[in-house]
C-alpha cells in the first residue's frame, strides 16, 4: 500500500532511484479531440501545437528515459474535430470498425483512458462501437446505466477503474511486482448537455461521491498506487455535490496519489492556477499530490514522475515532479514554431481517414460573395453568426405554420464557436469569398449541435441576453484601456439574437456571473430592448430558434418539464445552414451575400460611454477586415500581446 505523500521540492529529480528504489513515469494526453494530425482541416494548413502524432514524439522521447512508464488519457478522445464528424455524420462507424484516433492510441500503446463528457456527443451506441476496438481499458465511475443506493450498488456498462499489474523495475534492475490502480471520472453534467441521447441509457453521480465510495474498493482489490483521470478542471470553489470543476476536491481524499485533470483545456503546472488555496501551481500540486493538466488537441504531453520505496506495507511515494511537455512554443515575433515532428507512423495509421476527410470537406455546398469572418464578433454584429441565425429562423417558419404557435414573432439566437480565447490567436472562424465547402461550414459551426426552438417571455429574453452580456467585464466610465474581455467567460455562450434590436451598457454590473448563475436581479445591461422599434413587453412571447446545448444547459429556457421547448429534431444546425446555403443559389438574392454595415443593419451595439475605452484582443489576420466593421465601432490598433493576439482600443 502505498503511505502518506511527503512534500517535494520544486528542484527535486525522483528520476534518479536508489538501489532499492523505483521511479514510475505518467505520461497523460487530455481533450484530444480527434486531433490526430497536426492538421487544420478548416483552412487546409499544419499546427504547430496540436496533434497526437506530435505529442507521440514527445511520448517516444520520454518512454526512453523512463524503462518504468505508464500512458494514459483523461478523455474527450472521441470528438471535436472534421475528421471526428466525417466518421461519425458521414463515414459511419459499422460494428468491427476501428476509430482513427483509437487505432492511434492503440499504436502508441496507451495503458488506460477516461471517458469524458464529448465521448457522448453522438449517443451510446456510437460510442460502443468505438470502444470496442479500444487496445485498454476505458474508464468511467460515475457515469452509469442505472443508479443505486450508493455508488457501489449502482449498474454499470462502463469500467469504473482498471488494475494495472505491471512489473517494474528498482535502480538495481530488480524486478517488482505493483498492482496500479486507475480510476476514471467525468463532470455528471453529460446527463444534461447531451439531454436528448442519454435519457433512459445514462444516469450520473458527483465524482467526488463516486470516488469516496470506490476509492477503498481499489485498495480492497490490492491497488499499491491509485491515479484518479479526473476529466474535470481546477477550480479554487468549495466541494459541492456534482461539481463540474472537481479535481481539488478529489485530491483532498484518502486514496487518491496521483491526479491527471482537463475538460477546461488549460496546462498545469502554471501561473493561471496562483492564488488558489491547496494548489501549488509551480511545483504542480493539488492538495500536495501531484497532478497536471495536458492542455488540449495534444498540444503538451503531462508528465508525473514519482519515486517509490519500500515501506512496511508495500511502496510509499518518496518523491514526485509535475511537469507538462509542449509541442510549440511561441517566437519573439509571435509566431508559434513546433518543437518536435509528427510521428510518421502516427500519421500513416490514420492516412486513408485523412485523405477521406479531405474529400468531404472539399464538398462545395454555395457560394458566398464576401468573406465571413468571426474577428470582430465579441464587440459587434457579425455576419458569420448572423448567417447561422437567418439559417435557423428560414428553418423554424415553415414548421409553425398551423401550429398554436404561428404568428408569434421568430428570433433565432447564435453564438461565435472560434473566436480566440484558449485556444489562441488562430481560432478564429475565417471563411474568404467565393465558393463555400463542406469545411467552410464547419469553420462557421464547429460543433454538433441540434436544432431547438423555444417559447419564452419578454423577461425571459432579457435574462438570456443579460446571460451573453457577463461575457464583459465592467467598464468604468472615463477610464483608459482596461480589459473588456472576461476570460472565464466562453465565446460558444455568447448569444446574440437576431428579429431584436438591443444595446449592453458596459459600465452597468453584470446580472449573472461567467457560469450563468445570478448575481444581482436588480442589475442589468441590456437597453433599448426592442422588437419593431418598440420596446418588448415582459409579458410578450417570441420563439427562439437555438440548439440543443443552449437550453439544455439553461433550465429557464427549457421551462419546467422542458414546457417551454416547442421544436427538437435530430438534424444539426450545420447541416440547416448547408441547406439554407444552397436553396440561396435558387432564391431572387441569389448567393449568400454579407449584409451592408450601415448603422441601420445593425441590430446589437455598446451603449456609447464618452471619453472611456477598452482593450480588445483578436487574430492578427483581422486588420484585413477593418472595413467590414459597422460605422459607429471605432477600433484602433494597440500592439501584439505575448500570446500573439492583435491588441485593438475600442473607443466607447
Given amino acids: 500500500m502505498i503511505n502518506a505523500m511527503t512534500a517535494t521540492q520544486p528542484d527535486l529529480d525522483p528520476r534518479c532511484p536508489g538501489a532499492a528504489e523505483i521511479h514510475l513515469r505518467l505520461m497523460a494526453t487530455s481533450d484530444l479531440h480527434v486531433h490526430v494530425g497536426s492538421f487544420d482541416y478548416y483552412h487546409e494548413t499544419e499546427i504547430a501545437n496540436a496533434g497526437l502524432a506530435r505529442t507521440a514524439t514527445l511520448i517516444d522521447q520520454l518512454r526512453a528515459e523512463a524503462p518504468n512508464s505508464l500512458l494514459l488519457d483523461n478523455g474527450d478522445f472521441l470528438q471535436g474535430s472534421p475528421m471526428g464528424d466525417y466518421i461519425a455524420h458521414a463515414r459511419g462507424l459499422k460494428e468491427g470498425d476501428l476509430h482513427p484516433i483509437l487505432a492511434a492510441m492503440n499504436l502508441l500503446g496507451y495503458d488506460a483512458a477516461a471517458l469524458g463528457n464529448h465521448e457522448f456527443n453522438y449517443g451510446v451506441p456510437f460510442l460502443d462501437r468505438a470502444l470496442a476496438r479500444a487496445g485498454f481499458p476505458v474508464l468511467s465511475a460515475n457515469a452509469v446505466t442505472r443508479r443505486g443506493s450508493d455508488p457501489r450498488r449502482d449498474t454499470r456498462s462502463f469500467a469504473p477503474y482498471a488494475l494495472l499489474d505491471r512489473i517494474l523495475t528498482d535502480g538495481s534492475g530488480r524486478p517488482h511486482r505493483l498492482r496500479i490502480g486507475v480510476i476514471g471520472l467525468l463532470p455528471p453534467q453529460i446527463t444534461t448537455w447531451d439531454r436528448c441521447l442519454l435519457r ?18 481499489l485498495r480492497e482489490a490490492g491497488a499499491d498506487l491509485i491515479v484518479a483521470l479526473a476529466h474535470s478542471g481546477i477550480s479554487g470553489q468549495p466541494a459541492e455535490d456534482g461539481m463540474e470543476n472537481a479535481a481539488l476536491p478529489l485530491a483532498r481524499l484518502d486514496g487518491i496519489d496521483a491526479l491527471i485533470t482537463g475538460h477546461s483545456h488549460l496546462v498545469f503546472p502554471s501561473p493561471l492556477f496562483e492564488g488558489i488555496a491547496g494548489v501549488d501551481a509551480v511545483a504542480g500540486r493539488l492538495a500536495g499530490k501531484p497532478a497536471v493538466m495536458p492542455g488540449f488537441w495534444g498540444s503538451h504531453l503531462g508528465v508525473i514522475d ?123 472562424t475565417s471563411v474568404p469569398a467565393g465558393g463555400l465547402q463542406w469545411r467552410n461550414l464547419a469553420d462557421l459551426y464547429s460543433f454538433p449541435n441540434t436544432i431547438c426552438a423555444v417559447r419564452i417571455t419578454g423577461k425571459l429574453l432579457r435574462d438570456w441576453l443579460e446571460r451573453s452580456a457577463a461575457i464583459f467585464r465592467q467598464i468604468r466610465p472615463g477610464a483608459t484601456d482596461q480589459p473588456l474581455i472576461d476570460p472565464e467567460f466562453p465565446s460558444y455562450n455568447f448569444d446574440t439574437i437576431t428579429g431584436i434590436t438591443y444595446e449592453i451598457d458596459l459600465s452597468r454590473a453584470p446580472r449573472f456571473d461567467p457560469l450563468g448563475r445570478p448575481l444581482d436581479r436588480r442589475a442589468g445591461r441590456i437597453r433599448r430592448l426592442r422588437h419593431l422599434g418598440r420596446p418588448v413587453d415582459p409579458d410578450a412571447e417570441f420563439i427562439v430558434a437555438t440548439n440543443n446545448y443552449r437550453v439544455n444547459i439553461c433550465d429557464d429556457l427549457a421551462g419546467p418539464g422542458r414546457s417551454r421547448v ?40 455598446f451603449t456609447p460611454i464618452r471619453d472611456t475605452t477598452a482593450l480588445f484582443e483578436t487574430s492578427p489576420r483581422a486588420c484585413a477586415h477593418l472595413a467590414d466593421l459597422p460605422t459607429h465601432l471605432r477600433l484602433e490598433p494597440a500592439g501584439m500581446t505575448e500570446g500573439g493576439f492583435a491588441q485593438y482600443r475600442l473607443h466607447l
Avoid at 461521491?209 to 474498493?217: F, G, S, V
Avoid at 428553418?395 to 485556444?423: N, V
Avoid at 439554407?580 to 449584409?595: K, L, Q
Fill in 200 to 217: 433512459g441509457r445514462i444516469e450520473t453521480r458527483c465524482m467526488i461521491e463516486t470516488a469516496r465510495a470506490l476509492l477503498p474498493e
Fill in 306 to 428: 514519482l519515486l517509490l520505496t519500500p515501506a512496511d506495507r508495500g511502496w510509499r511515494v518518496a518523491a514526485h515532479a509535475s511537469s507538462v511537455r509542449p509541442v510549440a512554443r511561441r517566437d519573439q515575433s509571435g509566431t508559434l514554431r513546433p518543437l518536435v515532428p509528427a510521428s510518421d507512423r502516427v500519421l500513416d495509421s490514420v492516412g486513408r481517414i485523412h485523405t477521406e476527410t479531405l474529400d468531404f470537406m472539399r464538398r462545395k455546398v454555395g457560394v458566398t460573395k464576401s468573406p465571413l469572418h468571426s474577428y470582430f464578433a465579441l464587440v459587434a454584429q457579425s455576419e458569420s453568426v448572423q448567417l447561422v441565425c437567418r439559417a435557423q429562423e428560414w428553418h423554424l417558419r415553415p414548421l409553425l405554420e398551423g401550429t398554436p404557435h404561428a404568428g408569434l414573432p421568430i428570433l433565432s439566437a447564435a453564438a461565435p464557436f472560434k473566436a480566440g480565447g484558449r485556444a489562441g490567436p488562430d481560432h478564429y
Fill in 566 to 605: 416547442i421544436h427538437e429534431a435530430p438534424i444539426t444546425n450545420r447541416d440547416i445552414l448547408m441547406r439554407y446555403i444552397a436553396a440561396r443559389d435558387e432564391m431572387p438574392g441569389g448567393p449568400v451575400t454579407v449584409s451592408d454595415p450601415c448603422p441601420a443593419s445593425v441590430n446589437w451595439r
